[in-house]
């Protein structure tokens, strides 16, 4: 069974950090590029960072330079995405998702993303 499940997400007050998980199972996401989405309640989904699939480039929104970090271990299947200086704003449902596409043609578009975990939900608040 193809699956993306995401784990790391919970409470945190404003300043801290968390690491979130992607990890894959049933395929292999060597020939995926990741993107990470969040989306908060009442607001549209919106694309925060991505990374092709040997890791050589990586994008961020604006919102999150400088704060967010995204890797990859192939070894583990396994995407992360490391939040620092975590914000009330940054509060959301986070989504990993995977696609297939050249690195020159992916964005955040989601209908390039074949695959979806279920999200895990981030509340930064104190």
């Known amino acids: 069974q193809v699956q993306l499940v995401e784990s790391g997400g919970g409470l945190v007050q404003p300043g801290g950090s968390l690491r979130l998980s992607c990890a894959a199972s049933g395929f292999s996401l060597d020939y995926y590029a990741i993107g990470w989405f969040r989306q908060a309640p009442g607001k549209e989904r919106e694309g925060v960072s991505c990374?092709?699939?040997?890791?050589?480039?990586?994008y961020y929104t604006d919102s999150v330079k400088g704060r967010f970090t995204i890797s990859r271990d192939n070894a583990k299947n396994t995407v992360y995405l490391q939040m620092n200086s975590l914000k009330p704003e940054d509060t959301a449902v986070y989504y990993c998702?995977?696609?297939?596409?050249?690195?020159?043609?992916?964005?955040?578009?989601?209908?390039?993303?074949?695959?979806w975990g279920q999200g895990t939900q981030v509340t930064v608040s104190s």
């Open positions: 998702a995977a696609t297939g596409y050249p690195w020159a043609k992916v964005n955040f578009s989601p209908h390039i993303y074949a695959y």
């Open positions: 990374i092709s699939s040997r890791a050589g480039n990586t």
